[in-house]
């Protein structure tokens, strides 16, 4: 199904369960079971207070009142967990769960126009203009734009970066990251996401704290950026030689580490899965003879992630998924160069 095509967001939403959707994150065996209910840590602001987010079973819907204090339904999930519009997470949600694209694609622009959006007083049986009705779509495949500013004053050496990640100074200053004590990655280690030309598109801020107080999320990203149309560290990947392989992992640091140990052509999708625009970037800087290897986390989340990424991206070039003896290893643990040559060997 084309990007920009028509959603029946209504059959998308009765096709698939709150449940089916937590399950696909790897989280419900964090969720209590009530009779109507499932009751557990919120997964959008990654809280850990077992009652703060709640689904009900019969409506098909969910609310968390900690930190989000918002709710929604199923497709208002997706879009929050994936930070995307609510036509790309039906999209999300019709590749994942295999809905007949047919099935979900509707048939008049009347219902393209339907948001999921809890409807604001006062307009909500207004209809909505033409223009009101397509920008969503046209907005979706829109690259994130190049900031017109450096944050700079970064405190290179920080103990988070260099004691608690193990970075050394030269990983930092390659990746332009840092410490930020004003603006509005304040109090955050501030790391540069740049597109395939090197233009920084975004930052993003780690709190810099292992685990921060309950109710601040470890990463704050901008408002309306999406990091489904970025992949992390794809414009230094991309200038490697083109016979090595490229490496997929999932987190900022993960990719930082491998990059440290001299194995630098990695990049992050900063999740577990991989939107269609990644999938596209990969596909752009690969051929039929490049050779990719996925290394997620050893998890839940990552093991249903690498599958999925495999089976797709199997049709562009040679893949390999990487699995970590031990659970719960990440490619951030690797603790020197020769484990990582190891991997590639
Ligand atoms: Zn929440």
Not at 335 to 345: G, I, K, M, T
């Amino acid at each position: 199904m084309p990007k920009s095509s028509f959603v029946d967001f209504k059959a998308v939403k009765a096709a698939i369960t709150m449940e089916a959707v937590l399950e696909h994150y790897g989280v419900l065996d964090k969720f209590k079971r009530g009779t109507d209910s499932l009751s557990g840590p919120c997964p959008i602001h990654k809280g850990s207070n077992p009652t703060q987010f709640r689904v009900s079973i019969s409506k098909n819907i969910w609310n968390c009142f900690s930190e989000c204090k918002h709710g929604g339904n199923v497709l208002d999930f997706i879009a929050r967990m994936e930070d995307l519009s609510i036509h790309a997470a039906a999209l999300k949600a019709i590749e994942w769960f295999n809905l007949d694209p047919e099935a979900m694609s509707a048939s008049s622009e009347e219902k393209a126009g339907e948001t999921s959006e809890a409807p604001k007083a006062g307009d909500a049986t207004k209809p909505k203009p033409a223009a009101a009705r397509t920008a969503p779509v046209q907005e979706n495949g829109a690259p994130n734009k190049p900031l017109k500013f450096r944050l700079d004053k970064l405190q290179r050496e920080h103990p988070y970066l260099i004691k608690e990640r193990g970075l050394t100074l030269e990983t930092i200053v390659d990746f332009g990251v840092g410490y930020c004590a004003k603006g509005m990655m304040a109090e955050r280690i501030a790391i540069p996401i740049q597109n395939p030309e090197g233009g920084v598109v975004a930052y993003a801020g780690r709190f810099p704290v292992e685990e921060p107080p309950e109710g601040t999320p470890k990463y704050k990203l901008p408002q309306g950026f999406r990091k489904s149309q970025e992949l992390f560290n794809i414009d230094r990947a991309i200038k490697e030689p083109r016979d090595m392989p490229l490496v997929i992992v999932e987190g900022f640091f993960d990719c930082m580490k491998l990059h440290q140990f001299g194995f630098r052509k990695v990049v992050a999708l900063m999740g577990s899965t991989m939107s269609a625009a990644q999938e596209e970037l990969i596909r752009k800087h690969t051929d039929r003879n490049s050779r990719v290897i996925i290394m997620l986390d050893e998890n839940e989340a990552g093991r249903a992630g690498r599958d999925d990424i495999a089976c797709r991206l199997s049709k562009y070039c040679f893949v390999r998924i990487y699995e970590f003896e031990k659970e719960d290893m990440e490619p951030e643990h690797l603790s020197n160069a020769e484990e990582v040559q190891q991997l590639f060997a």
